[in-house]
């Protein structure tokens, strides 16, 4: 029991000065160079003890290694004091104003952690030297009203096999790769990018329509899939609108709008087939959409008020991209204060 209790505080903790003389005892003296050996011995990790070794030894002579302890506390010091590294005090009063105003944009515009972060930087003009990381942590380890307003808790990538699709009118219209660098460097206003977002549980469907530049998106609930009424609702959507340039994967529900693009001399660009990160833009914000509308849920539940909302909270949402503005801010310019 008494060597399980001595493990046990010794775990996830800086080596003292018995520690080292031990090393040194069996590493210099002993000669002993087989690493798990010594870490049984102190009851440490065998990484922990081949880090400090490597680290701090030293040799006259290129075939004999020494360790000492008093040389690896001066080097393991001074290490420390070239790191420079400045740790945010928890628990103060200070941190505790901060992560109360970060709740509250979270709890109203359902931000993420770096959004809110980043925004409260961007109004203030001041950086918190507060890392992201910190913040999970704390929120893991201390705060659970904080964790359980985090967004994402896991990641899922799924493999993608390369197969082509060929559809006789999408194979007339222009290829991406023929499509203007001033559309690829976004330096320009509406050019726009279309997806569907598609239910499981019924033939509804949410039409996501975004803007290059300013990453503004339009939506609009739509009863299914077909050409005529994608049609329509992109006509809707964009009447009163200027239009460049349209991009769109290679789906069938798509091919109606070679008629629009002739009305209003917009040209109209396909991806590559299964290249979905070809219109990464529209794919991020189908994965915002799906905050609020996840993919068990129908959509026929969701009235167009409440898609209403969760679009105004989406294009209210600070981007890292533009250093933590809103996409209305950019699409309209104008300020909005949150803080």
Do not use: Q
């Not at 020494?66 to 590294?85: E, H």
């Not at 803007?211 to 739509?222: D, F, G, P, Q």
């Amino acid at each position: 029991m008494k060597d399980n209790k001595v493990k046990d505080y010794r775990y996830k903790k800086k080596l003292n000065e018995n520690e080292r003389v031990l090393i040194e005892h069996y590493y210099t003296k002993k000669k002993i160079k087989n690493y798990s050996y010594i870490a049984k011995e102190i009851w440490r990790d065998r990484k922990t003890i081949e880090r400090e070794i490597k680290r701090n030894r030293y040799s006259n002579v290129w075939w004999h290694w020494v360790y000492k302890a008093d040389i690896a506390k001066k080097r393991n010091y001074k290490r420390r004091i070239k790191s420079n590294r400045k740790h945010t005090k928890l628990f103060t009063r200070e941190w505790r104003k901060f992560v109360e105003k970060i709740k509250e944009a979270m709890k109203k515009e359902w931000w993420s952690i770096s959004a809110s972060i980043g925004r409260y930087e961007y109004e203030k003009n001041k950086k918190t030297k507060i890392a992201i990381s910190t913040m999970y942590r704390y929120a893991r380890k201390y705060d659970k009203e904080l964790e359980k307003m985090l967004l994402y808790k896991s990641w899922w990538y799924r493999k993608w096999e390369y197969n082509y699709w060929k559809n006789s009118k999408l194979l007339e219209l222009e290829s991406i790769e023929t499509r203007e660098e001033v559309i690829n460097n976004r330096e320009r206003k509406w050019d726009y990018e279309v997806d569907l977002i598609v239910s499981k549980k019924s033939k509804s469907v949410i039409l996501n329509i975004i803007e290059r530049k300013s990453r503004n998106i339009l939506t609009k609930r739509l009863p299914n899939k077909e050409k005529l009424t994608v049609k329509e609702a992109i006509r809707e959507l964009l009447k009163w609108k200027k239009i460049y340039s349209i991009t769109t994967d290679n789906g069938t529900e798509f091919t109606d709008l070679i008629d629009i693009c002739k009305e209003l001399w917009i040209k109209w660009y396909r991806c590559h087939p299964y290249s979905s990160w070809e219109k990464w833009s529209v794919e991020v914000h189908n994965r915002y959409i799906r905050r609020y509308i996840p993919k068990w849920a129908d959509i026929n539940d969701y009235t167009d008020e409440e898609l209403k909302k969760i679009t105004n909270k989406i294009n209210s949402l600070p981007r890292k991209i533009h250093w933590y503005i809103t996409p209305e801010e950019i699409f309209y310019e104008k300020t909005i204060k949150y803080f």
